[in-house]
């Protein structure tokens, strides 16, 4: 007689039929925070947090360092985040004790009748009206600031715009160098200079003599930093906030680093900046 060995068809089996797939849970806001915290615990630590300083023990090191250099030169480094699309920051500022004497700004203004005379009254080196796009085409006519009213800047943007546009120089409604107050542009101009970031968002500033008295050191670099944060948007702009046509607000920069440095001495990250 032949023997039956039964057969378990285990696509049928209520073993196999039971099977669930495990679920990973999801981590709670709590439990990532939690993580977060150890990761961080974990990190390697800047090197610069160990040489930070009060912005007045900086200039006492530096003023040791440089005892035999009394015209030496303090410079100011401040190092912004460039994130995509985000604009190099620039700007203009009048330090509450000049580093050295300022140079003059060559001005080209576009304008016609009578804000054309008020520019030329107020000291604008150059003024006309569209004819003056070919000029500037051909590097004729040259200038480090240019400014127009609001009734030509749609007559020189589609020619103008790539040629000055890369310079940082293409008037513009944001920058404020598109405006019907020309003159009183021009007058608000004089007696200030630009800074300017580099690529990297990193900006540098002459911004004390070493024979300066620390209080005056300490009044320009409070100073220059209160310029830098407005341009990028670390601090409001009352005049911009006043200004109630301008319903647009900058998206802030962040400032990662402030340093002090002289020729011969180190550079000193600001604790207190």
């Not at 049928?12 to 981590?27: N, Q, S």
């Not at 200039?59 to 190092?79: G, M, Q, S």
């Not at 460039?82 to 190099?88: A, H, N, P």
């Not at 700004?105 to 009578?114: H, K, M, S, T």
């Amino acid at each position: 007689m032949k023997r039956y060995t039964p057969q378990r068809q285990f696509h049928y089996t209520p073993a196999v039929l039971a099977r669930k797939e495990k679920k990973v849970p999801t981590p709670t806001k709590k439990q990532l925070a939690v993580k977060e915290r150890k990761r961080a615990k974990k990190a390697k630590k800047s090197i610069y947090d160990n040489e930070k300083m009060t912005l007045a023990d900086a200039i006492n090191v530096l003023r040791a360092v440089e005892v035999a250099h009394p015209n030496a030169t303090y410079e100011l480094v401040v190092k912004t985040e460039m994130g995509k699309g985000t604009t190099i920051p620039k700007g203009r500022f009048n330090l509450p004790r000049e580093t050295k004497a300022q140079t003059k700004d060559r001005i080209l203004v576009f304008a016609e009748g009578r804000q054309a005379e008020e520019a030329k009254k107020a000291g604008a080196d150059i003024v006309g009206g569209l004819e003056l796009v070919e000029g500037i085409i051909n590097g004729r006519h040259q200038a480090t600031m240019f400014l127009c009213s609001r009734s030509l800047i749609r007559g020189i943007t589609p020619k103008l715009g790539r040629v000055l546009g890369p310079r940082g120089l293409m008037p513009s409604e944001r920058r404020g160098t598109v405006t019907d107050d020309i003159a009183g542009f021009i007058r608000r101009l004089k007696g200030t200079s630009e800074w300017k970031g580099d690529k990297e968002g990193t900006i540098r500033q002459p911004i004390a003599k070493m024979h300066f008295p620390v209080s005056d050191v300490v009044k320009n670099v409070r100073y220059f930093l209160t310029v830098v944060k407005r341009a990028t948007g670390n601090i409001r702009d009352p005049q911009a906030e006043a200004n109630k046509k301008d319903t647009s607000q900058k998206p802030v920069q962040a400032i990662t680093r402030v340093l002090l440095s002289s020729q011969q001495g180190p550079s000193i990250q600001i604790a207190d900046a």
